[in-house]
């Protein structure tokens, strides 16, 4: 059930948000190199758990990237997230 939800908000936001990230290199919070690994990880369908154990780092600290991707790319889910990065041409 949890799953349908955040694919119903994903739809949302795509409907809703079509040009609110601007592309890498841009001067609207670009996100770094390492958020940019964690997305393209969580992309693939790896869990918080899974992106810290890959990337060596903390499930704390793969939590926090995923929050700042998150808050950057104005996106309330993870899988809205990756739906914008998707649309915009981040990943």
Same mark, same amino acid.
């Given at each position: ?39 393209? $990880? ?9 992106? !810290? ?25 993870? !899988?809205? !997230?990756?739906?914008? !990065? $998707? ?5």
């Amino acid at each position: 059930a949890g799953f349908v939800h955040e694919a119903q908000l994903a739809r949302r936001e795509l409907q809703t948000s079509r040009t609110e990230v601007s592309p890498p290199g841009s001067a609207n919070a670009p996100l770094t190199q390492r958020e940019m690994e964690v997305l393209r $990880l969580v992309a693939k369908g790896l869990s918080e758990r899974e992106v !810290a154990d890959k990337l060596f780092i903390s499930p704390h600290t793969a939590h926090r990237h995923l929050s700042n991707i998150r808050l950057k790319l104005n996106a309330t889910t993870q !899988a809205a !997230a990756v739906a914008h !990065a $998707l649309r915009v041409g981040l990943i």
